[in-house]
């Protein structure tokens, strides 16, 4: 297998550990706890550290030791580990004020240019701060799978919207994200420089990482991780990810 001599096995969240936005479920949890019992493991998202404590934190709390587990909300642009039991945040990639003004006023702008309008039912919030990264969902932050998944299921509509975010505000990373979202950070924060943070802080070779995830086609989120080199695994769902764990445990 490709990951028994590797030291850090990387996931992505949503539709890898989870179903998206949904709290992992208890046999996960367990593989999980299985595995840090042997390698280190990072989690990069991105959602923000709050989704993280609501999704993939509670599970994993109520015991076991998890100083091998590493957590990269908002693609990177922030790290959490744990340390004296509490989560300590090592550093943190913050979006000016002005910044946040400038991207949301470039998605308003973008709305009128491609005929964007704002459903009458949005669950949680459209354009969502997360102090690293300014999110739009197109039905709300929590809305359902069903809702999400049917809007726009090959990215052509959030492709276009964000040609036009590109032209507006060139100076920011811009890509789609999760099922219905687009994702704004600053500049060069995706999971590429994720992956690079995690080298430089847990001081592990991208030689001797593993990333598991379910988005690696060419416009996915994930996909900015296959040109740092690391070993790359591409999974279809949460249950296919708990059969890569069951093979590196077992």
Same mark, same amino acid.
């Given at each position: 297998?490709?990951?028994?001599?590797?030291?850090?096995?990387?996931?992505?969240?949503?539709?890898?550990?989870?179903?998206?936005?949904?709290?992992?479920?208890?046999?996960?949890?367990?593989?999980?706890?299985?595995?840090?019992?042997?390698?280190?493991?990072?989690?990069?998202?991105?959602?923000?550290?709050?989704?993280?404590?609501?999704?993939?934190?509670?599970?994993?709390?109520?015991?076991?030791?998890?100083?091998?587990?590493?957590?990269?909300?908002?693609?990177?642009? =922030?790290?959490?580990?744990?340390?004296?039991?509490?989560?300590?945040?090592?550093?943190?990639?913050?979006?000016?004020?002005?910044?946040?003004?400038?991207?949301?006023?470039?998605?308003?702008?973008?709305?009128?240019?491609?005929?964007?309008?704002?459903?009458?039912?949005?669950?949680?919030?459209?354009?969502?701060?997360?102090?690293?990264?300014?999110?739009? =969902?197109?039905?709300?932050?929590?809305?359902?799978?069903?809702?999400?998944?049917?809007?726009?299921?090959?990215?052509?509509?959030?492709?276009?919207?964000?040609?036009?975010?590109?032209?507006?505000?060139?100076?920011?990373?811009?890509?789609?994200?999760?099922?219905?979202?687009?994702?704004?950070?600053?500049?060069?924060?995706?999971? =590429?420089?994720?992956?690079?943070?995690?080298?430089?802080?847990?001081?592990?070779?991208?030689?001797?990482?593993?990333?598991?995830?379910?988005?690696?086609?060419?416009?996915?989120?994930?996909?900015?991780?296959?040109?740092?080199?690391?070993?790359?695994?591409?999974?279809?769902?949460?249950?296919?990810?708990?059969?890569?764990?069951?093979?590196?445990?077992?």
């Amino acid at each position: 297998m490709p990951y028994r001599d590797k030291q850090l096995i990387v996931f992505d969240l949503d539709k890898t550990l989870s179903e998206s936005k949904r709290p992992m479920d208890d046999e996960m949890a367990g593989l999980v706890r299985a595995l840090l019992d042997i390698k280190k493991v990072s989690v990069i998202s991105g959602g923000s550290f709050a989704q993280f404590q609501k999704q993939f934190v509670p599970k994993l709390s109520a015991g076991g030791d998890l100083s091998n587990l590493f957590l990269f909300p908002t693609c990177g642009s =922030a790290f959490f580990r744990y340390e004296n039991e509490e989560w300590k945040n090592v550093y943190t990639e913050t979006l000016a004020s002005r910044d946040k003004e400038k991207i949301l006023g470039a998605f308003e702008r973008m709305f009128s240019e491609v005929g964007f309008t704002r459903p009458e039912k949005v669950y949680g919030e459209l354009m969502e701060d997360r102090d690293t990264q300014i999110t739009f =969902a197109a039905y709300g932050s929590q809305a359902p799978l069903p809702v999400k998944s049917a809007w726009d299921p090959d990215r052509t509509k959030r492709l276009h919207m964000i040609a036009a975010l590109e032209r507006l505000i060139p100076e920011f990373e811009i890509r789609t994200g999760g099922t219905s979202s687009i994702d704004v950070t600053r500049k060069g924060i995706d999971k =590429a420089y994720g992956i690079m943070q995690m080298e430089k802080h847990l001081a592990v070779p991208r030689a001797t990482m593993v990333f598991v995830g379910d988005d690696l086609g060419v416009g996915g989120n994930d996909y900015p991780v296959i040109a740092t080199g690391v070993t790359i695994i591409s999974v279809t769902g949460p249950d296919h990810t708990k059969k890569i764990i069951r093979e590196m445990v077992g």
